[in-house]
């Protein structure tokens, strides 16, 4: 990408496109992060805030640095106020309809021609991204992992169409400016750590539905056996197991391997809407 005071534009203001406005604004860049209404660019703006004030508490940054950081973020909800960037990552809820209708929508308002369209998506294919648009060869996988100010990996996801220079480009924002450590995959359903994870994670969430364990149980088996820093259960919670589902769906979808398949229980939390640590109670509560 070009020299660091380029605007980059953040489309979704969930736990993704936060974190990734945060880390980017923490590299010096100036960020238009786009909400779908007011209540929800609130919601985004103090999610920004509070991760931030955990940084200035633990020492990553000092008071100025954090109001700086702040300072460069910028939450609305007009989508027309994009069309100035070179960059857009989209970070919007992970449904396949939303995304290629953002996608057609960024296409044709983006004024510049070498504008990149990149995509956190965990799961969906990137070359129904890129066909969505009239430019496939700049639009691109460039998933974060959650929490983002954490964890050191983006993976760089090339459709049959993107370009060399496209891939170029976002891997040198993600290695040099955010100081992630890159790793390339095909264009497959989960890419690589996801199609790993995933069925890890249902596994442990078919252990709990059959009997077989406790909740407690099995994720202290993963995180006191194997040194995880969380077991599948409080890492589905993190996630969001209706993400957790979405994955499952387009893995299945792409591979029809019965390991993919969403079991009854993760379907029926979701459907009552316990979706882990954001609606206050998945596999444990955090109400209380
Ligand atoms: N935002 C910013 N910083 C955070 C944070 C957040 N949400 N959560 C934790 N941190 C920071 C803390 O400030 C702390 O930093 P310092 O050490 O500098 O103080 C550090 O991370 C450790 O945090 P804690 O001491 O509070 O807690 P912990 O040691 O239990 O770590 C954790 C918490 C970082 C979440 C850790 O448990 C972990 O790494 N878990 C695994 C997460 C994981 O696997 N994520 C990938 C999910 S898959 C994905 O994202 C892809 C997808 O498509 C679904």
Redesign the pocket.
Known sequence: MSPSSSPVAVVGCGLMGS?IAEVLARAGRSVLVHEVDAGAAGRGRARIEA?VS??VR?G?LDEAQGGEVLGRIEVGTDLDALASAELVIEAASEDEAVKTELFRRLDALLLRDDAVLASNT?SIPIMKLGTATKRPEQVVGL?F???V???ALVEVVPSLLTSEDTVKRVSHLAEDELGKTVIRSQDRAGFI??AL?VPYLLSGVRMLESGFASARDIDAGMVKGCAH??GPLQ?SD??GLD?VKA?AESLYAEFKEPLYSPPPMLLRMVDAGLLGRKSGRGFYDYAR
């Open positions: 974190g991760s955990r940084a633990s990553k965990s998933h992992f959650n929490p100010p954490v964890l750590v996801n994870l820093p969380m890492l993190l996630i993400t994955i």
